[in-house]
């Protein structure tokens, strides 16, 4: 465009062109040619600061994903971490709990074993002040007089959830 209203201006600035019909329809045509080189300047512009924005938008998004990714793999690095741990815990508790179910006597381990089964994994519970601790029940006098009475040895349970009571300085007996 810019080639033609210079060939125009060439022409006018020439003299060749003497026809005045001819003269002004040039003169015409190179200002429509700068009106439209005008117009496309702006359009130009406007492409350049858009692509500009875009430019600046997608290297926040970038920064973004890039915040969110270290987020993520902090996140996986703790999980696994703590997975770890519980597993630990776990073989430790195993372990512990491997001993001692060794120096209970083979019956009342069965017993035991049963109890937890229908107990949701609880088989025996603390008596404390007065309290069974598996289902939070107070035991009532008759109750109580009956666990005072029976001797150390003797295997004890929760009238209400029938767990194993284990008996303690502080069951309030
Ligand atoms: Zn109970």
């Given at each position: 465009?810019?080639?033609r209203?210079?060939?125009?201006?060439?022409?006018?600035?020439?003299?060749q062109?003497t026809?005045?019909k001819?003269?002004e329809?040039?003169?015409?045509?190179?200002?429509?040619?700068?009106?439209?080189?005008?117009?496309?300047e702006?359009?130009?512009?406007?492409?350049?600061?858009?692509?500009?924005?875009?430019?600046?938008?997608a290297?926040?998004?970038?920064?973004?994903?890039?915040?969110?990714?270290?987020?993520?793999?902090?996140?996986?690095?703790?999980?696994?971490a703590?997975?770890?741990?519980?597993?630990?815990?776990?073989?430790?508790?195993?372990?512990?709990?491997?001993?001692?179910?060794?120096?209970?006597?083979?019956?009342?381990?069965?017993?035991?074993?049963?109890?937890?089964?229908?107990?949701g994994?609880?088989?025996a519970?603390?008596?404390?002040?007065?309290?069974?601790?598996?289902?939070?029940?107070?035991?009532?006098?008759?109750?109580?007089?009956?666990?005072?009475?029976?001797?150390?040895?003797?295997?004890?349970?929760?009238?209400?959830?029938?767990?194993?009571?284990?008996?303690?300085?502080?069951?309030?007996?």
């Amino acid at each position: 465009m810019r080639q033609r209203s210079a060939r125009d201006q060439k022409r006018l600035d020439s003299g060749q062109v003497t026809n005045p019909k001819d003269l002004e329809n040039l003169q015409s045509e190179i200002a429509s040619l700068a009106r439209r080189q005008g117009d496309l300047e702006d359009v130009v512009l406007e492409v350049m600061e858009r692509h500009e924005a875009a430019t600046e938008r997608a290297a926040e998004l970038a920064q973004r994903v890039e915040a969110v990714q270290a987020k993520a793999e902090d996140a996986v690095a703790r999980r696994d971490a703590a997975l770890g741990e519980i597993d630990g815990e776990a073989g430790t508790v195993r372990a512990e709990r491997d001993s001692v179910a060794g120096t209970v006597p083979a019956d009342l381990l069965k017993l035991y074993e049963k109890i937890r089964e229908q107990q949701g994994g609880v088989g025996a519970a603390r008596l404390f002040q007065r309290r069974c601790e598996g289902c939070r029940l107070e035991l009532n006098i008759t109750e109580l007089n009956e666990v005072r009475a029976a001797p150390e040895d003797e295997v004890v349970r929760c009238e209400n959830c029938r767990r194993v009571l284990v008996r303690t300085p502080e069951s309030g007996l």
